[in-house]
């Protein structure tokens, strides 16, 4: 199946620093990419959705403007956590659709995810 | 709005033997598509196995089937002759269209020897 890979794969910060992760779709183009985060424990909540070209669309209560997202490649989205702090701290998954192949019945499009970003803000 | 339901926070299965996961789902779509989803502890979201909402048959892949039940909106996962590998969460996820995919809050799936 099509490959999604992340970078960094952990990260740890000090409070009051902005940390970039970034997404790569390797064997497809994603117009569509998705942000998930997941606290220990719990399951994964989108984020926001970025469209290559156009600006991101953010889930009920996430702060567009602690979390930055740039998807200005059909291979590359971006999140920027901006002034992070340590309630910032953890999983984030980026997901990427690919039309060109999919599973019947659902828009013709499979969503592959990238093995995570762990981010620890001291 | 959508929404899906997990309600077996932790299950334990003795090793060979099958475990159903239970998921229900709440939609008034009437074309979606229901995933099962495997996390390790690692981290990484391996998909398992999908079914669509007009699909007459229940999906299967290897060891794992999909128990699909419109009438009842549930979507159990079963996996027959557990092996240790598949110790790990384990989320019932929707999508409808072109949203993103929804999960469930898991469950975390512990095989015993």
């Known amino acids: 199946g099509a490959v999604v890979s992340q970078h960094p794969s952990w990260v740890i910060c000090k409070s009051g620093t902005s940390v970039k992760i970034e997404c790569r779709s390797l064997?497809?183009?994603?117009?569509?990419m998705f942000w998930y985060r997941q606290f220990p424990k719990q399951s994964l909540m989108l984020m926001a959705t970025?469209?290559?070209?156009?600006?991101?669309?953010?889930e009920q209560g996430v702060e567009k403007d602690k979390f930055l997202i740039n998807h200005a490649s059909l291979t590359l989205s971006t999140l920027t956590v901006t002034s992070a702090h340590p309630e910032d701290s953890s999983f984030y998954i980026c997901?990427?659709?690919?039309?060109?192949?999919?599973?019947?019945?659902?828009?013709?499009?499979?969503?592959?995810f990238g093995p995570g970003t762990r981010l620890t803000v001291l | 709005a959508q929404k899906i339901t997990q309600t077996q926070p932790g299950m334990f299965v003795q090793e060979k033997e099958a475990v159903t996961l239970d998921c229900t789902y709440d939609t008034s779509d009437q074309s979606y598509g229901l995933f099962w989803y495997k996390q390790p502890s690692s981290g990484e979201m391996i998909f398992l196995i999908y079914?669509?909402?007009?699909?007459?048959q229940n999906a299967t892949e290897g060891r794992y089937s999909l128990n699909f039940q419109k009438a009842r909106k549930s979507a159990n996962l079963v996996i027959s002759a557990s092996q240790l590998g598949d110790s790990a969460m384990y989320f019932c996820a929707m999508r409808q269209g072109n949203t993103p995919l929804v999960f469930g809050k898991g469950t975390r799936l512990s095989v015993i020897a």
């Open positions: 079914q669509g909402s007009y699909d007459e």
């Open positions: 997901s990427a659709r690919d039309f060109r192949a999919g599973l019947a019945g659902v828009g013709g499009d499979t969503q592959y």
């Open positions: 064997d497809f183009q994603a117009t569509t």
């Open positions: 970025s469209n290559e070209g156009s600006k991101a669309t953010y």
